[in-house]
């Protein structure tokens, strides 16, 4: 069974951080694009960073370069998303999702093959 399983959000102070975790199984992972995307109430989904198959490409959303990091980690089946410097425009559901792109970029449009139930993150003080 494929399947992408998030972890990690919560309730965060404005210049707080956390660190999401991606579980992914069923699949092989270094055979797919990851990605990190959110969505805020009555806003769309929006890619927040990739990660290439070999993890040497990442991208980033510009609302969050400098602040976010994206990693994986093979022997564990998980991806990461380091997050600091949180501000309240950050607040949303986080979702994990895989995309099955031989040769292709692992872009940070919204077609992916598959996704997580996503996790909260909340900015506030």
């Known amino acids: 069974q494929l399947q992408l399983v998030e972890s990690g959000g919560g309730l965060v102070q404005p210049g707080g951080s956390l660190r999401l975790s991606c579980a992914a199984s069923?699949?092989?992972?270094?055979?797919?694009?990851l990605g990190w995307f959110r969505q805020a109430p009555g806003k769309e989904r929006e890619g927040v960073s990739s990660?290439?198959?070999?993890?040497?490409?990442?991208k980033y959303a510009d609302s969050v370069k400098g602040r976010f990091t994206i990693s994986k980690d093979s022997a564990k089946n998980t991806v990461y998303l380091e997050m600091n410097s949180l501000k309240a425009e950050d607040a949303a559901v986080y979702y994990c999702?895989?995309?099955?792109?031989?040769?292709?970029?692992?872009?940070?449009?919204?077609?992916?093959?598959?996704w997580g139930q996503g996790t909260q993150v909340t900015v506030s003080s």
């Open positions: 069923g699949f092989t992972f270094d055979n797919y694009c």
């Open positions: 999702a895989a995309a099955w792109r031989p040769g292709r970029p692992c872009g940070l449009d919204r077609g992916y093959d598959l």
């Open positions: 990660i290439s198959r070999t993890g040497s490409n990442t």
